[in-house]
């Protein structure tokens, strides 16, 4: 069992940064795929950007790419998600989700999931 905690999301301008993080516990962490999720009013909840476990390699959807990062703090059993340049079509609400296994940009693969964080970019 993995628990997920979201944090930093927020109102900002367009061009503007935010950092969200999502702490875990409850299993090994460094050992799950870790993935951001978001989902604006009325569309479906689509992939943003994943991190390995083992190599921390990352791929993010072409919509967010050059802009977002991903990256890990397996010490500290804690993922980010970097955001900048954002744009009023980023508002969402932004879900952290674990898995084992291969990494995926489904998210019906991924195992476990937090409460979600809202982020709203202002034009």
């Known amino acids: 069992q993995v628990q997920l905690v979201e944090s930093g999301g927020g109102l900002v301008q367009a061009g503007g940064s935010l950092r969200l993080s999502c702490a875990a516990s409850?299993?090994?962490?460094?050992?799950?795929?870790m993935g951001w999720f978001r989902q604006a009013p009325g569309k479906d909840r689509e992939f943003v950007a994943t991190i390995t476990w083992i190599t921390y390699s990352a791929f993010y959807a072409d919509s967010v790419k050059g802009r977002f990062t991903i990256s890990r703090d397996n010490a500290k059993n804690t993922v980010y998600l970097q955001m900048n340049s954002l744009k009023p079509e980023d508002t969402a609400i932004y879900y952290c989700a674990a898995k084992q296994g291969a990494w995926s940009n489904s998210h019906d693969t991924y195992d476990y999931w937090g409460q979600g964080t809202q982020v709203t970019v202002s034009s």
């Open positions: 409850g299993s090994t962490f460094n050992s799950y795929n």
